[in-house]
């Protein structure tokens, strides 16, 4: 079966700190791999998107990048975090090789930049 | 992006029936509706989905009017558990790379 594993689930870094978030998906191959943020209240808002090793793309400007050095392995860094950068960061991943497909989403991390 | 709306709260009782309604006048004929929800603290659980014809899962069913400009998300006997923020969303097809758009969703409340 497939799985979705995101860590940390919590963490507290200061202002101008480097940050990486990892996440990892099991059970599939090549799947559309999607990092969103849910910065208060609700709403997710999608920051990258990934449809293969090395290809990223990016929905808003900002202090984030993304990379996919393996085939299920998605990862979201900044170099200088800033205070506006907390948020609720969730990594998903979806298999559209099939017409039509549900989202997976990881449990999310919890990031409060101090 | 195709764009949903969904009443920002609703309430229910325990073991009562839960209509949940999005609007989505802009739909095309190949988008597909998603309902997801979220717990709080949580990542977002896939609920359903559907494209035309109703469905039914052990989750919940979905009701899609004719014309496709409108769905109803249906808790059959709400639970304390199925108060969530739920998330109608249009999975557009084509060359949007699988992206789902989401936006603020209803937040049920349930009354044991």
């Known amino acids: 079966s497939q799985t979705i594993h995101q860590w940390p689930a919590t963490l507290v870094q200061p202002v101008g700190s480097p940050l990486s978030l990892e996440c990892t998906v099991e059970g599939t191959s090549n799947p559309n791999l999607y990092w969103y943020r849910q910065a208060a209240g609700r709403g997710l808002q999608l920051l990258f998107y990934?449809?293969?090793?090395?290809?990223i793309s990016s929905e808003v400007p900002q202090n984030l990048s993304a990379s996919r050095p393996q085939d299920r392995q998605f990862i979201l860094s900044s170099k200088k975090l800033l205070l506006s950068d907390s948020g609720f960061y969730l990594c998903a991943w979806r298999e559209v090789s099939r017409s039509n497909t549900e989202a997976f989403f990881g449990q999310g991390t919890r990031l409060t930049v101090v | 992006d195709a764009k949903t709306t969904q009443p920002n709260s609703m309430e229910s009782n325990e073991e009562e029936p839960v209509h949940l309604p999005c609007n989505h006048s802009t739909i095309s004929g190949t988008d597909y509706i998603h309902w997801y929800r979220q717990l709080p603290s949580q990542g977002p659980e896939y609920v359903i989905h559907g494209l035309t014809s109703n469905v039914n899962n052990r989750m919940a069913s979905l009701a899609i009017a004719e014309d496709r400009k409108s769905s109803t998300l249906i808790l059959h006997r709400a639970t304390l558990r199925d108060a969530a923020v739920y998330y109608c969303?249009?999975?557009?097809?084509?060359?949007?790379?699988?992206?789902?758009?989401f936006g603020q969703g209803t937040i049920l409340t349930v009354h044991p």
């Open positions: 969303i249009l999975a557009v097809g084509g060359t949007s790379y699988g992206k789902l758009t």
């Open positions: 990934s449809v293969g090793i090395g290809q």
